[in-house]
């Protein structure tokens, strides 16, 4: 079926039809539901090379990955959120443009980008504290949507991000109520965003019960299981070892359990953890019960969001940044139990 059968099927012009699809704002809402409702039903596939001549768009969305940070493409959690954000171009007649480049040509990668006309926006990824690439996006004049936020950014911006502040003071109280008293902080990289913001959550729980921070209980690192068990190993080491760990990912925390085991003790009996998980596709927390103690939030489902957002502002002009705030769950498994009684 072409578009000028389709059109005749609904009693519409192809011009409507065809805006209709492609998300123009000036198509009125429920004739958008009925023109897709009806594409679908008739298996209509639209032309894309003859919508990019009609409308000049690329039908693209670009992902930029500098070479410091490849390693984030075999990240399960990268994956993760791409696979979310796919379904959505795909569903809607969008291609992915994955480009992997030196560090040094990252800004001109995006200005490639625009001046080509290979993309119809961005998603930028893993931002950092007052990030140059949000500036960059504004000066280039290419829609964009950020996964994560950067703190200290003075423009606005359009964002998805989980409230990460919010899921470690929850799960730092959860832990102080099992009557914890010394809290081990395994975190990412504390000049990334979401890592700043889960060490405030875990410094304001902290402050809400008068206890002071102690500094050989917080680590810094990548969130790999060989950093997560040399932390670990490191704080359980101390004269006054810690008898719960607050970890950043759940690779990170397998590796602060191998240090538990390693020192003879038992996980969620002699030592708490709680990770954070990001409820990924191919590395699961158990099955029926989890295994780990979790704040749980679906990257996938960011991925998804973060698509959506950013075609509304391709397709229907946005000016107005966009924000959407997700909370985690806590999630209850057997890492965890009341803090063990000192000899």
Excluded: C
Excluded at 24 to 34: C, D, I, L, S
Excluded at 128 to 140: A, G, Q, T, V
Excluded at 232 to 257: C, E, K, N, Q, Y
């Amino acid at each position: 079926m072409n578009l000028k059968e389709l059109a005749t099927k609904l009693g519409l012009s192809p011009t409507t039809v065809s805006r209709a699809l492609n998300g123009y704002p000036e198509v009125n809402e429920a004739t958008r539901e009925r023109v897709m409702a009806a594409a679908k039903r008739h298996n209509y596939r639209p032309n894309t090379r003859a919508i990019r001549l009609a409308t000049g768009r690329a039908l693209a969305i670009g992902h930029v990955i500098p070479l410091a940070t490849r390693h984030e493409i075999m990240n399960p959690i990268f994956a993760d959120f791409i696979a979310g954000a796919g379904e959505t171009y795909s569903r809607n007649g969008y291609d992915m443009l994955l480009s992997v480049v030196p560090d040094e040509d990252e800004e001109k990668a995006y200005r490639d980008l625009k001046s080509r006309g290979s993309a119809d926006g961005v998603i930028l990824h893993a931002p950092r504290m007052n990030d140059p690439r949000i500036p960059l996006m504004h000066e280039i004049g290419i829609p964009f949507v950020v996964h994560g936020r950067a703190t200290a950014t003075a423009e606005p911006y359009s964002w998805v991000d989980v409230n990460n502040r919010r899921a470690f003071q929850r799960a730092t109280e959860f832990l102080l109520d099992l009557g914890h008293a010394r809290i081990g902080l395994v975190n990412g990289l504390e000049f990334m965003d979401f890592a700043i913001r889960r060490r405030t959550g875990y410094a304001d729980a902290h402050a809400a019960r008068g206890l002071q921070l102690d500094p050989a209980l917080m680590s810094s690192d990548e969130m790999t299981e060989i950093a997560g068990f040399r932390a670990a190993t490191a704080m359980l080491d101390l004269p006054d070892p810690p008898t719960a760990f607050l970890v950043a990912s759940m690779i990170s925390g397998m590796g602060v359990r191998r240090a538990i085991e390693g020192k003879g003790l038992t996980m969620g009996k002699d030592v708490s953890v709680i990770i954070h998980d990001d409820d990924l596709s191919y590395l699961r927390n158990g099955e029926d019960v989890p295994i780990f103690t979790a704040t749980r939030s679906s990257v996938r489902e960011a991925g998804r969001i973060a698509a959506e957002m950013l075609l509304a502002i391709i397709t229907q002009h946005g000016e107005e940044p966009q924000n959407r705030l997700l909370e985690a769950e806590l999630i209850i498994g057997q890492s965890t139990g009341p803090a063990p009684r000192r000899t």
